[in-house]
């Protein structure tokens, strides 16, 4: 076993720094040296819910940079001093017909989750990027462009793909109209690529606050969801409508921004929704969801946001400070994604 230094989690508010083992190095194994590692909501879902006395240890981070330190004997993609990212996906079956598509975010025995997740090897429960060194498979491991910051690229790891995904696979490119639910990790994201790709791209925000912000990011407009006659200006607008709200929430007014033949993609949040037929049935509309990314969309992504300059909009801390970084993101007192600087657990 190799060993590392990480935040293991004490509890459901709290890490602890403490030396975790990773596992020797099969053959198409890499070790990485995290550098960067992106601070998820799913982070704080995941503490939320831990009990150190019946669940597994948690170490969670699932979207970072760094530097191959060690390569398996069949690797041949990858070399000691190569700068990589990785998500939220270190394995799947390979077998199934989603993984033969490219399609590895929905494997049919699910994929392996960066952490806590079921290693297909030995069994042993995934431990995340909130550590010094992660050892993954060459093939879920992507090479990071010259071009991309590497701390700015480690959100692109999971926020970045999971909107990338439903942008590309409903066709935005120059002409379509686009709108964007909520302007958070997800959302600032979402607002970039968008405008890449050519799209008229709108902010839907509760208030007038991030009309500055969507502007800067490149949006066209903005329009207030609790305002109703911005709203009923706004009906029938967009070919494509990405929700990136995490809470709970109505999806009636979203709809009906939605134009004919158009889609509400849903990606923030993941529970049990009520929707009325009819709001589908006048105009043709389609209801429609996405997470994460397969492996062939993840390296088109990276690709494109190198091309396009696109990273994250972050605020780096030390690991150290991984504690208060978790309890502003609680507060959404972040524009738009915590990034652990991972070297001070040397």
Known sequence: MRTTTGWRAAGPTALRRTSLERRDLRPDDIAVQVDYCGVCHTD??????????????????????????????EVTTFSVGDHVA??????????????????????????????????????????????????????????????????????????????????????????????????????????????????TTTVISRTEDKRDDARKLGAHDLVVSTDTQQMAAARDTFDVVIDTISAPHDLAPYLKLVAMDGTLSLLGYLGSVTVEAMDLLIGRKKLSSAGSGGRTATAEMLRFCAEHSIGADIEVLPSSQVDAALDRLRRNDVRYRFVLDMSDLD
């Open 86 to 199: 990785v998500g939220n996906i270190v394995d799947s079956c390979g077998v199934c017909a989603m993984c033969e598509a490219g399609q590895e975010n929905f494997c049919h025995s699910f994929p392996t989750l960066t952490y806590g997740g079921t290693d297909r090897h030995d069994g042993m429960t995934t431990l995340g990027g909130y550590t010094r060194e992660y050892v993954v498979r060459d093939a879920f491991a992507y090479a990071l462009p010259s071009g991309l910051d590497p701390a700015a690229a480690a959100p692109l790891m999971c926020a970045g793909v999971t909107v990338w995904e439903p942008l590309r696979s409903l066709g935005v490119g120059h002409g379509s109209r686009v709108a964007v639910a909520g302007l958070g990790g997800l959302g600032h994201l979402a607002v970039k690529m968008a405008v890449a790709l050519g799209a």
């Open 44 to 73: 704080l879902h995941a503490l939320h819910t831990y009990d150190r006395h019946t669940h597994a240890p948690l170490v969670p981070g699932h979207e970072f940079t760094g530097v191959v330190t060690g390569t398996g004997r």
